[in-house]
C-alpha cells in the first residue's frame, strides 16, 4: 500500500487546511459483507485481532516473537520472508506486452490483419504493406500515448515519502552505516534505537511509535497510550475520532472495530502519542480486504467502448455483405476469379475505416495533452470521450463541493439570539481543553478577538478538564477566573447536554428548564438544523474554588447558555462549475454519507434545485427496479454507504445514462468504478485515485466544464472521420456494383483503390486538430449506430450519383469504353474519388456553410491540399505506370470541377433536409 498521499493528509492538518474529507463516512464493512473473497478474509482476521485484544501484553508479544524493546533487523527480515510485504494489492498495470495487446485488438485491427494475411498469402505485397502499416501506426501511437498516462498518473503518488517509526533493538552503531542504506535509518542518543523505515517493510511484531498526525501503517495492538485519540472513519464511518487505551475500556464484543486497544490500517491519529505491535500488515489488514474489493474484477465496458464496438460491428457487417457480392459480379462477368477476388479484397478494405483506431487514439492523447496543461491527469484516454457523453454527475459532496473546512456560522442564546456570551464561553473550552482539538474547536479558537476582550492569559486559570468521549459525547473544562470561583464550562450535543441541565440562561436572568421551554429549545436547534448547521449546545456551572480535581460527577445541575453552528461551506467554483455543466445538458446529483438537512442547506448555496430526497435507509428497502423508477426524479441521495452509491450508480448506468462520478474517499472508491468516468481531486486517497480515470490537480470544479468540452470536441472529430469515411465508402460500393455490372474491365485496379484509400486517409490524419461548432458542444454527444446507418443510406447515393456521372463522362466523352481504354477510365476515376472523398470532409464537419459560415482548423485544410494535389499529378507522374495510370486530357478537369461544385451543392442541401428531419450529430 502507497501512503504518499494518506500522509499528505496530515501535512495540511498540521497546516489547518483540514482533513476530514478523506475518510468521510466511510461504512466500509458493508462492503465486505457485498464481497465473498472479502468476507471470508475479515471473519479470519477478526478472530485473531479479538485475542490480540485480550491477551495480556507480554503473552502477545511473545506469540509474536516479539519483545518490549522491539524486533532484530534479522528477525524482521525472516518475518518478511513469510507475511510479505505491508503493502496493498492495488490494481497492478498491466506489463508491457500484454498492454500491446489490448491496444491491437480493436475490431478493426483484427480485420484488417486477416485483410492482410491473405493479400501477404496471394503475393499481392503492396496491399500487404499499405494494410499492414496502418496496423502498426494506430497500435504503436494508442500504446505510447496511454504508457505517458499512466506514468504521469504514477508521480502523483512518489510526492511525499511513506515510512513509519519503529523500534530496533540491537541497531548497534557499527551496523548503523549497513542499516541506513536500506532503511535510512535516524539513530537517537538516548533511549531505543529509533528507526524511520519504509511502511511496506513492516512486519508482525514490530514496535511501533505513533504521535498525532500519523498514518497507522498496519492493524496494530496499543501497548502505552497518553491521551491518544484515533480517527476511525475509514473502517466504522463516525465521524469524530475516538480514545485509545492500553486495554478495552467498554464491553466485551465480537467486532474488533468496537475494541478501545486495537488501531486499524487506513485509519490515522489526531492527537496523543502512543506505542504499538503490528499484528496484521498488507491485505490480512482490514484495510486490506476493502482495497481488494475495490480491485477485484474488471471494469464495464464504458459507453465510449460500447459505442465503438457498435459502430465497428455495424461497419464490418456491412463489408461482409457487400464484398461477396463484388466478388461474384466481377466474377461472372469478367472471367478473371483471380483478379475479382483481389479487387474484392481491396473492396473490404475500402469498406473498413482503417484509421479509425489512429484517428481515435490521436485525438484521445490530443484532448489529454489540452488537459494536462490544466494540471488534470488522464488515466484511462476513454475517458475523455465519456466526459462529452456524460449527462448525469454524481458527486460526495464533503471535501468535493465544499471546503471541508469549518466556518463557526452562529453563536446564539437559548432562544436564538445572537450572543457574545456563548462565544466567549465556547473560547475558554476550546482554549483550555487539551484532550482532543477537532475542527470544530479551530473553528472557535480563529475568533481571536475574543482572548483579547477576556484577557484570557491573565483573568484566567486552567484547573481540570473532563476529555470528551463517545458515550456522553460532550467535555469540560473547569478554570478559575481571578482566582474567585471556579467555571465548568461544558460543551457537547445537543440531547446529551440538556440532560445536565436543569436551569437556563436569558438574558440576566437564569430561568429553571420547563418542559415548555424544552420543547421551544428543541424548536431552535431544530430550525438551525434546518439551516444546514451543524450544532453544539454550551452549559456552565459556578463553583466554590475548594478542590482542583473533577469528574463526571460535576456535570450536572449546569445552566444552558446557548449554542454554537457551524457550517461547511461550498467552495467558490462549485456554484458556477454547476450552472455550466447545466448549460452543457449535465444533470447534477449528490450522493453523500452527510446529514440531509446539511446537504440541502449547501445545495441552496449552490443553486442546486433539489426536486427529491433519498436517504440509505430508503434506498435500502427498494429493489433496483423501484429504484430506477424513482432514481431520475431524486436529487440528493444522503447518509449513503459506499455500497449505496455503487449501486445508484450502475442504476443509472443501467438506464441509459453515460454516468460520471465525483469524489476523493474511501467511501467514493467503488461508485468510482463502476463509473462510465470517475473523477478524483488531487488530495483523494489512493484508493479512490487508482479508481478515478481522471485526477483533478487543482481544487476547482470548472475543470470539469473545460473537461465537458474537450470531449464533446473529441468526439465531435471522430464521429467526423467515421460518418465521412462510412458514407463516402458505402456510395463508392454501389458505385463499384454499377461499374461491374456494365463495364467490361473493372472500374479501378485493387492497387489503385488501395492507394486512393490509403492517400484519403493521409488527408484526414488533421482530423484530430479541427474546429468544432459551439453548437455541438452545447449537449451530451452519444454513439448512434442507427444513426450512422441512416446517415450512410442518405449521403452515400449521393457521391455513387456523381460517381455514375463521372463514368458516363468518361465513357461517352473521353472514349474509355474498351479495355484498351480501362487506364484512362481507371485514372479518371482515380482523380474523381479521391478528390470527392477528400472534399466531403468539409461538407460534413459543420451543420453550416462550409469555408463561409464554419472553416476548418488550418491542419485540416493543409492536408486537404496535398493530398488532392498529389491526387490531379500522380497520373501525370513518372510513378504513373507503376500504377497503371495515364495522364488525363485537360478538357477532363473542368468538367471534374462542375461535377465536384454539384457535389457539394447538393449535399448542402442533404444536409439542410436532414438535420431538420433527423437531427445533425
Known amino acids: 500500500m502507497n501512503f504518499n498521499i494518506l500522509k499528505e493528509t496530515f501535512a495540511h492538518f498540521v497546516r489547518g487546511h483540514g482533513f476530514g474529507h478523506h475518510f468521510r463516512r466511510l461504512a466500509i464493512l458493508e462492503m465486505f459483507r457485498t464481497a ?5 478474509l475479515s471473519a479470519t482476521h477478526a478472530q485473531a485481532l479479538l485475542q490480540a485484544a485480550q491477551l495480556p501484553a507480554e503473552q502477545l508479544l511473545e506469540q509474536l516473537h516479539s519483545r518490549a524493546d522491539g524486533l532484530s533487523e534479522s528477525e524482521a527480515d525472516e518475518i518478511r520472508k513469510t507475511a ?23 475490431p478493426f485491427n483484427l480485420l484488417l490483419t486477416v485483410l492482410a494475411l491473405i493479400s501477404y498469402l496471394t503475393e499481392d505485397m503492396k496491399a500487404t504493406t499499405v494494410i499492414g502499416t496502418m496496423v502498426v501506426l494506430s497500435t504503436i501511437l494508442r500504446f505510447v500515448q496511454e504508457t505517458r498516462s499512466n506514468k504521469a498518473a504514477d508521480k502523483l503518488k512518489e510526492m511525499v515519502s511513506n515510512t513509519a517509526t519503529v523500534i530496533r533493538h540491537d541497531l548497534a552503531e557499527d551496523a548503523a552505516e549497513e542499516a541506513r542504506r536500506y532503511f535510512e535509518i535516524v539513530l537517537h542518543p538516548k533511549g531505543p534505537k529509533r528507526a524511520e523505515i519504509p511502511i511496506k517493510k513492516l512486519v508482525p511484531g514490530d514496535i511501533v511509535l505513533l504521535s498525532a498526525g500519523d498514518m497507522i501503517p498496519a492493524d496494530l495492538r496499543v501497548l502505552s497510550a497518553k491521551d491518544l485519540f484515533v480517527s476511525q472513519a475509514a473502517m466504522t464511518g463516525e465521524s469524530m475520532p475516538v480514545e485509545k487505551f492500553t486495554t478495552n475500556q467498554g ?35 482490514y484495510f486490506g480486504a476493502l482495497a481488494e474489493r475495490v480491485t477485484a474484477g474488471n471494469r464495464e465496458t464504458t459507453a465510449f467502448q460500447a459505442g465503438v464496438n457498435r459502430v465497428s460491428w455495424l461497419l464490418i457487417r456491412f463489408m461482409l455483405v457487400m464484398t461477396p457480392i463484388v466478388f461474384f459480379l466481377n466474377g461472372f462477368t469478367k472471367g478473371d476469379w483471380l483478379e475479382a477476388f483481389l479487387f474484392a479484397l481491396s473492396i473490404a478494405v475500402g469498406l473498413t475505416p482503417e484509421m479509425l483506431p489512429v484517428i481515435v487514439t490521436s485525438t484521445l492523447a490530443k484532448g489529454a495533452v489540452i488537459l494536462s496543461r490544466k494540471k488534470v491527469i488522464v488515466k484511462r484516454l476513454d475517458a475523455i470521450q465519456n466526459f462529452g457523453a456524460m449527462d448525469i454527475l454524481c458527486t460526495d459532496k464533503t471535501g468535493t463541493l465544499t471546503q471541508d473546512k469549518i466556518f463557526l456560522a452562529r453563536h446564539t442564546d437559548v432562544f436564538g439570539q445572537e450572543s457574545d456570551t ?44 473532563i476529555p470528551f468521549d463517545f458515550t456522553r459525547r460532550r467535555m469540560s473544562v473547569v478554570v478559575a477566573e481571578h482566582d474567585q470561583h471556579h467555571l465548568l464550562i461544558c460543551k457537547g450535543a445537543v440531547e446529551e447536554i440538556l440532560a445536565v441541565c436543569n436551569r437556563v440562561q436569558h438574558g440576566d436572568v437564569v430561568e429553571t428548564l420547563t418542559p415548555d421551554m424544552l420543547t421551544q429549545i428543541r424548536t431552535v436547534t431544530a430550525d438551525l438544523n434546518e439551516e444546514g448547521l451543524r450544532v453544539v449546545a454550551v452549559a456552565a456551572s459556578e463553583l466554590p474554588p475548594t478542590k482542583h480535581t473533577y469528574g463526571l460527577a460535576d456535570e450536572s445541575d449546569l445552566v444552558l447558555i446557548g449554542y454554537i453552528a457551524f457550517l461547511d461551506p461550498p467552495k467558490e ?3 458556477p462549475a454547476l450552472r455550466a455543466l447545466k448549460t452543457h445538458g449535465v444533470d447534477v446529483k449528490i450522493l453523500t454519507g452527510d446529514n440531509e438537512l446539511v446537504t440541502a442547506k449547501i445545495c441552496r448555496e449552490v443553486g442546486l434545485p433539489v426536486a427529491g430526497m433519498m436517504l440509505g435507509s430508503q434506498l435500502d428497502r427498494l429493489s433496483d427496479t423501484e429504484l430506477a423508477q424513482s432514481v431520475e426524479t431524486v436529487t440528493v441521495f444522503a447518509k449513503l454507504s459506499p455500497t449505496h452509491k455503487e449501486r445508484i450508480v450502475r442504476v443509472l448506468h443501467d438506464k441509459g445514462h453515460v454516468v460520471g462520478f465525483m469524489g476523493d474517499g474511501i467511501n467514493d472508491a467503488a461508485a468510482l468504478r463502476a463509473a462510465d468516468i470517475g473523477i478524483s481531486v488531487d488530495t483523494a486517497v489512493d484508493i479512490a485515485k487508482e479508481a478515478a480515470d481522471i485526477i483533478l490537480l487543482e481544487k476547482s470544479l470548472m475543470v470539469l466544464e473545460e473537461g465537458v468540452v474537450e470531449g464533446r470536441k473529441t468526439f465531435a472529430n471522430m464521429l467526423k472521420y467515421i460518418k465521412m469515411t462510412a458514407s463516402s465508402n458505402f456510395g463508392n460500393v454501389f458505385s463499384v456494383l454499377v461499374a461491374s455490372a456494365f463495364l467490361p474491365f473493372l472500374p479501378m485496379l485493387p492497387m489503385q483503390l488501395l492507394v486512393q484509400n490509403l492517400l484519403y486517409d493521409i488527408s484526414q490524419i488533421a482530423i484530430p486538430f479541427d474546429n468544432v461548432d459551439q453548437e455541438f458542444l452545447q449537449k451530451p454527444q452519444r454513439w448512434n449506430p442507427e444513426d450512422l446507418g441512416r446517415f450512410m443510406v442518405f449521403f452515400g447515393p449521393i457521391s455513387s450519383l456523381f460517381d455514375i456521372i463521372t463514368f458516363a463522362l468518361l465513357w461517352f ?33 459543420t451543420q453550416k456553410f462550409p469555408f463561409l459560415q464554419s472553416r476548418a482548423a488550418w491542419p485540416l485544410l493543409g492536408m486537404t491540399i496535398i493530398v488532392m494535389a498529389i491526387g490531379i499529378l500522380l497520373p501525370m507522374s513518372s510513378l504513373a505506370p507503376y500504377f497503371k ?6 478538357m477532363f478537369f473542368p468538367c471534374l470541377l462542375a461535377i465536384l461544385c454539384a457535389y457539394m451543392m447538393l449535399t448542402q442541401v442533404m444536409k439542410g433536409w436532414y438535420a431538420r428531419r433527423f437531427g445533425w450529430q
Request: overall charge negative.
Open 36 to 40: 465473498p473473497v472479502s468476507k471470508e
Open 813 to 845: 466523352a473521353f472514349g474509355a469504353n474498351s479495355p484498351e481504354h480501362q487506364t484512362l477510365f481507371q485514372s479518371g476515376w482515380f482523380v474523381e474519388g479521391l478528390l470527392s472523398q477528400t472534399l466531403i470532409v468539409h461538407m460534413i464537419r
Open 84 to 106: 510479505g510485504p505491508n503493502e496493498i494489492e492495488h490494481e497492478k498495470p498491466l506489463p508491457w506486452w500484454l498492454h500491446l495487446w489490448h491496444c491491437y485488438r480493436n
Open 573 to 575: 467554483s462549485t456554484a
Open 251 to 285: 464491553e466485551q464484543t465480537t467486532n474488533p472495530l468496537e475494541l478501545d486497544n486495537l488501531c486499524f490500517m487506513g485509519t490515522n491519529v489526531v492527537s496523543g502519542s502512543a506505542s504499538a505491535v503490528v499484528v496484521s500488515t498488507g491485505n490480512r489488514t
Open 422 to 465: 456563548v462565544l466567549e464561553y465556547a473560547y475558554l473550552n476550546s482554549y483550555y481543553q487539551t484532550g482532543l482539538k477537532n475542527l470544530l474547536d479551530v473553528a472557535v479558537l480563529e475568533h481571536a478577538e475574543v482572548h483579547r476582550e477576556l484577557e484570557v492569559a491573565t483573568a484566567f486559570r486552567k484547573v481540570d478538564e
Open 885 to 890: 495510370f495515364q495522364p488525363l486530357p485537360w
